[in-house]
């Protein structure tokens, strides 16, 4: 495992992503896994950073193994979750992306648009996210230059 999954797994959405999130907390319950839904709790319009702070907070203090956020396009959940110290948040929109945020960038929340992909993608790139240790080496010093 890459993440200490002892830790729930953050999840956040806005109203774009909510039916998507939804399906991933059902999904991975099912699997065993803890999750901390951060919301949003309905497909009614909301902001989307009143949702992406949460879960990168979450994660930012070590109460998260990781974070998911969801959106529309996951470009808004991306900007305002990496606006946190520590938080290498990833748009990923396949699988292999996903699985590269991790082994390069040691990404730690995983951004996911739900507009553009399947929920079975979503599954795979979550699985593929929290399995995948980071590689460490060449990658460290440049992960390294990352926080201002």
């Known amino acids: ?3 200490n999954l002892t830790l729930p797994i953050a999840i956040g959405a806005d109203h774009a992503g909510f039916e998507c999130k939804e399906k991933l907390i059902s999904i991975f319950k099912a699997k065993g896994l ?4 951060l919301g949003c709790y309905s497909a009614d319009t909301v902001d989307y950073p009143d949702f992406a ?8 203090k070590g109460e998260a193994a990781f974070g998911i956020l969801l959106c529309g396009s996951a470009n808004g959940v991306a900007i ?3 606006k946190h110290q520590g938080i290498r948040a ?7 992306i996903a699985e590269l945020s991790r082994k390069h960038n040691d990404a730690n929340v995983l951004c ?7 929920v079975e993608v979503a599954e795979k790139m979550v699985e593929l996210f929290m399995n995948t240790p980071f590689e460490g080496g060449r990658h460290q010093s440049r992960v390294d230059k990352i926080s201002c």
């Open 1 to 3: 495992m890459a993440f």
């Open 34 to 37: 803890l999750l901390k839904d």
């Open 53 to 60: 702070h949460p879960v990168a907070l979450s994660v930012e």
């Open 80 to 82: 305002s979750a990496n």
């Open 90 to 96: 990833a748009l990923c929109w396949a699988e292999e």
């Open 112 to 118: 996911i648009p739900a507009r553009f992909v399947t």
